[in-house]
């Protein structure tokens, strides 16, 4: 029977660890020395060597060579490899959890070692035992016998009541870096006659991040197919990933606007099979290479491709502004973390690439609206408030009558983002920020809903206000996930000493706000340092004036079909 190569090529002494020097000095000084602790605590994320570790330290203390231990060579070693030894018991806590399970264990615990010096129980998935199992742990786990030693294992600490915390001695592991993943895996394949290229191994150990069982489980998945060869095409193909040439195409066709060719070109790239979740992330390093590549004189140490493709994202970065690459970061980061729990992933992508070929759109922070309208230089007059336009700072609104037209604004008073003084493509001219909300709504995971039309925006001198409300939002969504509901449809508009003032949309946002006015207060308090008391107002819209995006939402309700705003 086939043995996939994590457990063939397991460590059986301290030195074929693969990282982890830190955890692996400490054990082998306290072997040497016997001041071995009667509990210890292994923490860190998944396949960096918790369990490989506490069978080295397992063996150590029943290795019955007199040099270094554990040898790996002796009886006792061997048994503990092959799982025969007796005064060694892993316990897997995820199906062993009950408070049964560790009475059984804490009677087991008096009876000396049967074969070796001491007995060790190594408790994997620790963080998985139940309250009432923990509290019988406690006891026996603060003072075991002489002979006993407790390895708990876990990826989740912070689940771990603070009395077992305080009884173990602690180790963390860390991931392991690329480069280590990668010399290692080049032994590996050299012992089993696998010719692998180093472009390669870095694609493995990129998406093994710092696990050794994940790169070995995709090693082992891109040699199962027989071949004695393996090269980066076959290991993308493996994985679903894309190729470099995708993204510097993609990114190419982004920042040039053209909105229509990346979608079609989306679709090609989705028609060969390629996940798009994956495709969403390869993006995001994409753009961060292109970031690197803008700052860095040399990026081969931190980029980890070929010499061919830094040059090429080399030239492709050199006719990008750092604008365009941060707002890529950005809108694709917000995507990948929507997708996550949409059903429709596509969706979402092909939302974002909307939004970057028309320079940011509208994002759910509203950061891109906010600098739509920036103050003008304090030299110039501003122009009369009436004579600016209204798409400047609202969406247009729909009158009874046909409004007067509006004086002409000069370019002191307001700086137009850079989408608006472009000439739209032929196939963008339908394309409206209403259809793109429509769609995130089609997109999103049950029990998500998209932003309501939002509020008319404050004046520019209020930009600071509202990236203070977005930073208490994000505060806030951790503490109560219902609070985004009053973002969607508020913004701080005043705040001085004592008190700040939040205008909301609607009544009904009012009451929710004023309901969590507690919680926004003292999040508000967190964030400037003072407590104040939060002030609610509702916004009063001119009767007879509704929004563009309101008249074509209820046409949408009556015929029925989607209007969208050209």
């Not at 020395?33 to 998944?46: E, I, P, Q």
């Not at 606007?257 to 079609?264: F, Y």
Request: glycine share 6%.
């Amino acid at each position: 029977m086939y043995t996939a190569l994590y457990r063939a090529y397991r460590p059986e002494v301290f030195e074929q660890l693969l990282g982890q020097e830190h955890i692996t000095r400490i054990l082998k000084n306290q072997i040497a020395s016997g001041t071995t602790s009667h509990a210890y605590l292994f923490c860190g994320t998944r396949g960096t060597g918790k369990t490989t570790t506490a069978r080295l330290l397992a063996k150590g203390l029943n290795c019955l060579s007199e040099g270094e231990r554990p040898c790996g060579e002796c009886a006792a070693c061997q048994a503990i490899k092959n799982g025969t030894f007796l005064d060694v018991v892993e316990i897997d806590a995820a199906s062993n959890r009950g408070i049964d399970d560790i009475r059984q264990l804490r009677d087991s615990v008096n009876y000396p070692p049967a074969a070796g010096r001491n007995k060790v129980y190594i408790i994997d998935e620790v963080h998985m035992l139940s309250t009432e199992a923990f509290n019988a742990l406690l006891k026996t786990l603060e003072e075991p016998p002489e002979y006993v030693t407790f390895i708990l294992a876990t990826t989740e600490p912070r689940k771990l009541p603070a009395t077992i915390l305080s009884r173990c001695l602690r180790l963390d592991f860390k991931r392991i870096p690329e480069t280590v993943l990668i010399d290692g895996m080049k032994r590996i394949c050299a012992e089993i006659g696998i010719d692998v290229t180093d472009a390669a191994l870095r694609i493995i150990a990129a998406n093994a991040d710092g696990s050794v069982r994940d790169g070995l489980s995709i090693l082992d998945q891109c040699i199962s197919g027989g071949d004695r060869r393996v090269d980066a095409p076959q290991v993308l193909d493996f994985l679903g990933a894309s190729g470099e040439e995708v993204f510097i195409r993609l990114t190419d066709l982004v920042s040039k606007r053209r909105t229509a060719e990346a979608l079609e070109y989306l679709a090609q790239v989705l028609a060969d099979g390629k996940d798009v979740r994956q495709l969403i992330r390869d993006w995001i390093s994409h753009y961060r290479n292109l970031m690197m590549t803008k700052f860095i004189r040399d990026p081969q140490a931190v980029i980890n491709l070929s010499v061919e493709n830094i040059d090429r994202i080399r030239q492709q970065c050199s006719v990008m502004e750092l604008e365009d690459i941060n707002r890529g970061i950005m809108e694709l980061s917000k995507t990948a973390d929507a997708a996550r729990w949409s059903s429709q992933p596509r969706i979402l992508l092909e939302v974002c690439i909307v939004r970057l070929c028309q320079g940011g759109g509208a994002s759910p922070s509203r950061a891109a609206e906010r600098q739509a309208v920036r103050p003008a230089p304090k030299a110039a007059a501003p122009a009369p408030k009436q004579a600016a336009p209204a798409e400047t700072t609202a969406p247009p609104a729909v009158k009874p009558a046909a409004p007067a037209p509006a004086p002409p604004v000069t370019e002191a008073a307001v700086s137009v983002p850079r989408a608006e003084k472009q000439e739209p493509d032929a196939e963008d001219a339908g394309a409206s920020l209403d259809t793109l909300d429509a769609l995130i709504a089609a997109a999103m995971p049950q029990g998500e809903q998209s932003p309501d039309q939002p509020l008319q925006e404050p004046a520019a001198e209020h930009g600071d206000l509202m990236a203070l409300w977005d930073e208490v939002f994000a505060d806030g969504e951790h503490a109560k996930g219902s609070i985004y509901l009053i973002r969607s449809n508020s913004m701080l508009t005043d705040m001085d000493e004592g008190t700040f003032t939040v205008t909301v949309r609607n009544d009904m946002t009012r009451r929710h706000t004023e309901r969590s006015r507690d919680l926004l207060e003292d999040l508000m308090e967190a964030r400037t340092g003072k407590r104040r008391i939060m002030r609610v107002v509702t916004d009063d819209h001119p009767e007879g004036e509704i929004s563009v995006e309101e008249a074509a939402a209820k046409a949408s309700d009556v015929l029925g079909v989607k209007v969208g705003i050209e």
